[in-house]
DNA sequence: TCTTAAAAGATAGCGGTGTTATGTCATACT
DNA sequence: AGTATGACATAACACCGCTATCTTTTAAGA
């Protein structure tokens, strides 16, 4: 009448192993017979546990989306707004650069071996915004932003800075126009585009440059 | 001493199949065995053209900075090249739309089946940036843009389009912000944001889709 | 024109993948 | 204590990219 139940060490093993295999040999090391093999189980552990290994990638996109959350917590509220819209950004790109393999998988169109976001998964990744929008509208308080819709303002963060880190991953960003470069011009752009003077942006920008190094220490390369 | 010639129409049937297997059902349907079956020959004739089938993707590649050529040549130069420069970024969005599961091979970090991009293929992703480049100068003699370098101008340009329809062909934009409502909003704040006015931005940025949508025709969705 | 070398292409196989059918066994409730 | 039920192991299926092997075709040289 009733079962045996799962071990949920297992569960966890599986999920480790797996986002250890994907951060350090890339997607195409991810197998469930690799997985379950260092596990020491079976691949059908996999499917008990997962249902199968959509449902294990879908598991480390998730472990993604939390780990991009905790990078926006760790950003804080200072009382020059716009310096902080810089700050999430460089956060957003250390998170990315943090987890190469990963992040395409969350936000790139890509498909992992037939493996297809939901919407509601991407609703997960939608949600991390809220913290830009928060932030769009203290600058639009404080008279840096023009007049408007925050949700737009922090879409167009998102979508300039996911498009840096997504054709940096890609490897497409070289010199004299590297990412690093291309991240400083972008923000500074995005700034002044939203309403900001282009000295009060170059300031605040700079001003974020230095509070990141400081508070969150070197940023990752690749 | 004189070998056996290839046959050219099997090649070309081969990316033809392949390019329509792509744009149809979508990465997962590229495979050697179906390839080779729906152009009447073996696994084989993959390998004698191409060497493999990522030698077939990387010929679908380069077809695909083709399309995105003619996409920009059909770009007129008008005497606003504000405007001008908001259709290169129209043009971009349609030729990514156009091709839904080429854009991601090409500009994505994604590895398709264990393909990657080389250094050489990417140089020729690169190459199509010359017009805008060109155009981000044509803006700066106008004094619609502050003096800047122009290839980090059309960088920017770059970073901000491929982040929209990255993130459109992964179903990321909804409602309210839509990729459209994004795309006229990421146009504004650029233009903004390298130099021109809130009102002159706007204005161009009008201009260009007006233009966009009579050269053009309508933006073809997927 | 005939010979022949060399590459094209067909066939079959190898090792790999995700997934599933089947069988065994541990477990928690009746 | 007995038993039903789901976790897990094993093995197989259909598919994948790729390659070794073989046959066939072709065009250059004699």
């Not at 060490?9 to 093999?37: F, N």
């Amino acid at each position: 009448m009733s079962p045996r139940r799962s071990d949920p060490k297992t569960r966890d093993a599986l999920v480790d192993i797996g986002a250890r295999l994907l951060s350090l040999e890339g997607p195409d090391a991810l197998s469930t017979r690799r997985i379950a093999a260092e596990a020491g189980t079976s691949t059908m552990a996999v499917y008990t546990h997962f249902g199968g290994m959509n449902g294990l990638v879908r598991e480390m996109v998730y472990e993604g989306f939390r780990r991009l959350r905790d990078e926006f917590a760790r950003v804080t509220v200072t009382d020059d707004p716009v310096a902080d819209a810089a700050t999430y950004g460089r956060a957003y790109r250390r998170n990315a650069l943090a987890n190469p393999h990963l992040y395409p998988i969350m936000f790139g169109g890509t498909r992992l071996a037939g493996f297809e976001l939901t919407e509601e998964d991407r609703q997960h990744g939608r949600y991390n915004l809220l913290d830009v929008v928060n932030c769009a509208g203290r600058c639009i308080e404080a008279k840096r932003f023009r007049a408007a819709e925050t949700g737009m303002v922090a879409h167009q963060m998102w979508l300039a800075v996911h498009g840096l880190v997504s054709l940096e991953l890609g490897d497409y960003l070289i010199e004299p126009w590297t990412a690093d470069a291309c991240l400083e011009a972008q923000l500074v752009g995005l700034m002044i585009g939203a309403g900001d003077t282009e000295r009060a942006a170059t300031h605040s920008v700079a001003v974020s440059a230095k509070r990141f190094a400081g508070e969150f220490g070197a940023i990752a390369t690749v």
